[in-house]
């Protein structure tokens, strides 16, 4: 399964607890490119500008997916599900958006202290926003994400997926 979702949708913290609850693996595609290209992500922004990090992920998903077993959680790139190629590269996989509004995500970017290359100035961020829902919005499944807690995100996930059985009603 890979999540997908704008900067501070929280991929990486809903993919590591989903991962947790299944059993399944994590794997954030970031800190794959990172491992692979030996970079962190805003130096390969600044050495090979946003191209450059393009291709350095998409190259990164290719050789992921080939052996990719079935159980584990993927959080990809905030701009990884914008490219067609991407999309067409997990085609076969769940694909989860983890949406908020654009306000509730700058938020979650200023709190959370990482540094991200295309978080720039608050109109910017509105407009990427905006720009990335249409391709965001073909994931296979959506889930609203704005004044929930973790685990009823993550319970929300598997009841639509059908990961778990549903508990037996009283």
Not at 1 to 20: C, D, H, I, P, W
Request: aromatic content about 8%; glycine content about 8%; some cysteine.
């Amino acid at each position: 399964m890979f999540l997908v979702g704008f900067m501070g949708s929280g991929k990486t913290t809903v993919g590591q607890e989903l991962a947790r609850r299944l059993g399944w693996e994590f794997i954030d595609l970031d800190l794959v490119i990172e491992q692979r290209e030996g970079q962190e992500i805003p130096e390969i922004f600044g050495s090979r500008g946003e191209p450059g990090f393009r291709l350095a992920e998409s190259s990164a998903l290719r050789e992921l997916v080939s052996p990719l077993r079935r159980n584990s959680v993927i959080a990809l790139g905030g701009g990884a599900f914008v490219r067609e190629n991407n999309r067409e590269l997990i085609r076969d996989w769940p694909t989860v958006f983890l949406d908020a509004p654009a306000d509730e995500l700058w938020q979650r970017c200023e709190q959370d202290g990482c540094e991200r290359p295309l978080r720039k100035d608050r109109a910017q961020f509105v407009n990427l926003h905006q720009a990335r829902l249409p391709y965001y919005r073909q994931a296979s499944l959506i889930i609203e994400t704005s004044g929930k807690q973790l685990p009823s995100i993550c319970s929300e996930i598997e009841n639509a997926l059908h990961l778990r059985e549903a508990p037996d009603s009283l």
